[in-house]
């Protein structure tokens, strides 16, 4: 029974997690906006500008899913495995509905049809993904976490 609710625990630790991730990710794109920081990247919409935008804001979803993650699936005792699938597919869930939401928000807004692949891409602020090196950078933390808790978990 124990195992049964770690799972769910982890699942729902998953998908509070990505949602988080996404937050965050968007309140730092909001906040950063338009920064010089960026122009060492290149131009106003180069792609390598874009890209060196997506890697910065990557970075602490990563942090952030790497140190949650850590906390959700490590188990407690001695002899227990870490849940870290229950968390991937928590997750999944998180992303399928971030993926809907963002389909319905740019059917609303046509503008976003005159942006490039890129920033469609990679942009936290722009719909239906919603920066895709964020949830690459979530799912590494998650997976980082679980080979640690592999790892590091207790003998029996």
């Given amino acids: 029974m124990m195992l049964h609710t770690r799972r769910i625990g982890a699942f729902f630790s998953g998908l509070a997690l990505y949602c988080a991730a996404m937050l965050m990710s968007r309140l730092l794109a909001e906040l950063l906006g338009p920064n010089d920081l960026f122009y060492v990247f290149g131009g106003r919409d180069s792609a390598s500008r874009i890209m060196g935008e997506s890697l910065v804001y990557a970075l602490p979803v990563f942090v952030l899913a790497l140190g949650w993650s850590y906390l959700t699936v490590r188990p407690q005792r001695r002899g227990r495995r870490p849940t870290t699938a ?34 469609m891409l990679l942009s936290s602020l722009v719909p239906p993904l919603w920066g895709l090196l964020n949830m690459v950078a979530a799912l590494a933390g998650v997976v980082t976490a679980g080979s640690l808790a592999r790892r590091f978990r207790p003998q029996g």
Wanted: charged share 0%.
């Fill in 86 to 119: 229950a968390c991937i597919w928590g997750m999944g869930v998180a992303w399928l509905g971030w993926l809907f939401y963002g389909v319905f928000a740019a059917a609303q807004m046509p503008h976003y049809s005159s942006l490039s692949l890129t920033a």
